[in-house]
């Protein structure tokens, strides 16, 4: 599921785009399964952003050590800080999708489907 996060696929069915209409542009229900992915809505958008928080920080560290290191012991630190910076925004804004789709794998392991929501999710599947 968490692999599946990842392609930014729905962590429930696989289906690709999940339940994103455009990059940042979501509707509520899978494209595919009809899943409902909003379950417990503000719990679900802290863990998604914290998600985020931790891709984009994750990376910034990531860049930051391989520049060092790289230049060692001429760290040229603007141009440095401009990688940074630019890595933050593509991965902050590229990853936001990514975020969701693998908080919601994250999510659905922890609490798996309820049949309710599975009976719900094959009544609202794209035919
Ligand atoms: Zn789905």
Not at 84 to 100: D, E, K, M, Q, R
């Amino acid at each position: 599921m968490l692999v599946r996060g990842l392609f930014r696929r729905c962590a429930h069915c696989g289906g690709k785009g999940a339940f994103f209409t455009g990059w940042i542009a979501r509707q509520d229900r899978c494209k595919t399964c009809g899943f409902k992915w909003e379950r417990n809505l503000e719990g679900f958008q802290l863990g998604a952003a914290a998600m985020n928080i931790m891709l984009t920080g994750g990376s910034l560290l990531f860049v930051m050590g391989i520049g060092v290191i790289a230049t060692y012991p001429n760290v040229p630190t603007w141009p440095l800080i401009a990688v940074v910076c630019a890595v933050a925004l593509i991965v902050g804004i590229g990853g936001f999708p990514t975020s969701y789709t693998v908080w919601l794998a994250v999510d659905l392991r922890m609490n798996p489907l309820t049949e309710e929501e599975l009976a719900d999710a094959a009544a609202h599947a794209r035919k």
